[in-house]
């Protein structure tokens, strides 16, 4: 798959290929199985002839006059001039002399093919029979051509018949997902604001049940319904930015350059009262020096705190959680590193899978509800990226993002080579 494309966009891409190449492969293996039972009834008919008249030709030919492209050798008969070199066989005429057997064999020299019968004829004379198949071999060589040629425009024909059925047998598919992607955006997006108000609603509840000092049981009920409510607007916000990547909806903000350093450091103070609260060390490592990426701000920011969050909630107390940021080559790479409950290896792919739920970590969180990993990786991709994950069951996890750096801009005189930044 592509860098910055979409796996609903590559599963339709490798649809249409698959078909494509599924119909050349059809076409090539019947242009092939034609041409071999052809070949093979071709060479077999013309070796039956070609012997019937080699046979004949050895028992009664007249060695003086032979018929095309068959020559006879015989004792007291000078060969024809235009007879190849090598022959008779002496080998093949002292045998017969001596077995009175008939003897056949295929012969090349001087890139020819012979075939070559040598016999006792009636009146005891030993008589050996030349033919040369260089017109019966040009007519398989002309064979193949043709279907060569055959194969080349098939292959063609398959490549666009393929796109074609292709185009039409995915069509629904591709309509069906973009009418998905219309839905869950516009369904996100009305849903927002009851949602958001829900929300504020039950915060002014859970406040004033904290001023008016109700019973524990009902202030424990709004906060758990506070919770709930920011949970679902978690949710909606996924989709919606889901949904929004994968159409390149035009709600999306433009794309500006985005300093990685800073917003690494923002996001993680945004997490300082939860980090508090499971007693977690969170350091942030980076250069003095901006470190710029094009993008969606709010959506970077989205995917770096799905990282921090995800690694809050599987590290127990005590824990130590470490972000950095540095520039590898071309591009910028942050990394979230720590020292939870780590991963089963054999899921590493299902943890980018949609809803997917971790086991729970050491902190208690156990994995979020929502889109989470999996809108993390379309983020990424989106942007160009790449996302990698490593860890072991009980000694932590390892998420990795790289990106491409901001291009410089033109007649920009280039940075110092001590800056850490992209510009």
């Not at 800073?262 to 490592?285: I, N, P, Q």
């Not at 990426?293 to 959680?321: C, D, K, W, Y």
């Not at 291009?407 to 800056?419: F, I, L, Q």
Request: glycine share 10%; charged share 25%; proline share 7%.
């Amino acid at each position: 798959m592509r860098p910055s494309e979409h796996p609903e966009r590559a599963a339709v891409r490798r649809a249409r290929l698959r078909i494509a190449v599924i119909a050349g492969a059809i076409i090539t293996l019947l242009v092939i199985g034609v041409g071999g039972i052809a070949d093979a009834m071709m060479t077999r008919a013309q070796n039956e002839q070609v012997w019937r008249e080699l046979r004949y030709g050895a028992a009664l030919g007249d060695p003086t006059s032979p018929p095309v492209c068959t020559w006879l050798f015989a004792p007291g008969v000078t060969p024809l001039p235009n007879a190849p070199r090598g022959f008779p066989v002496r080998a093949d005429l002292d045998r017969v002399r001596r077995t009175g057997t008939a003897v056949e064999r295929t012969v090349r020299r001087d890139d020819k093919v012979y075939l070559v019968r040598t016999q006792e004829r009636a009146d005891g004379q030993v008589v050996q029979a030349v033919f040369d198949l260089r017109f019966q071999l040009a007519d398989r060589a002309h064979l193949w051509f043709a279907l060569a040629v055959a194969e080349a425009v098939g292959l063609l024909a398959a490549v666009l018949t393929g796109a074609v059925l292709g185009r039409l047998a995915v069509a629904p598919l591709a309509d069906a997902l973009a009418r998905q992607r219309r839905f869950v955006t516009d369904a996100s997006h009305e849903l927002r604001t009851p949602v958001t108000q829900v929300h504020t609603r039950a915060q002014l509840l859970a406040r004033q049940a904290a001023a008016e000092e109700l019973p524990a049981a009902h202030r424990a009920g709004l906060d758990r319904l506070v919770g709930s409510a920011g949970r679902l607007g978690d949710v909606l916000d996924d989709l919606l930015l889901s949904a929004s990547l994968t159409a390149g909806s035009a709600r999306l903000p433009q794309r500006r350059p985005v300093d990685l350093v800073a917003l690494a450091r923002s996001v993680a103070a945004a997490e300082t009262d939860r980090a508090r609260d499971g007693r977690l060390t969170v350091t942030v490592d980076g250069p003095p020096q901006p470190l710029f990426v094009t993008g969606i701000e709010s959506a970077l920011r989205r995917a770096v705190g799905e990282l921090l969050a995800n690694a809050i909630s599987h590290t127990p107390q005590g824990g130590r959680i470490r972000v950095s940021v540095a520039r590898v080559g071309r591009e910028a790479e942050l990394t979230v590193e720590d020292t939870g409950s780590g991963l089963d290896p054999a899921e590493t792919d299902r943890l980018f899978e949609r809803f997917h739920r971790g086991g729970s970590g050491g902190g208690g969180g156990g994995g979020r509800y929502g889109l989470g990993l999996a809108l993390l990786r379309e983020v990424v991709t989106g942007h160009g990226g790449t996302v990698a994950v490593t860890g072991r069951t009980g000694r932590g996890a390892r998420f990795t993002i790289r990106l491409p750096c901001h291009p410089p801009r033109p007649g920009r005189p280039p940075a110092p080579p001590v800056t850490a930044g992209c510009r």
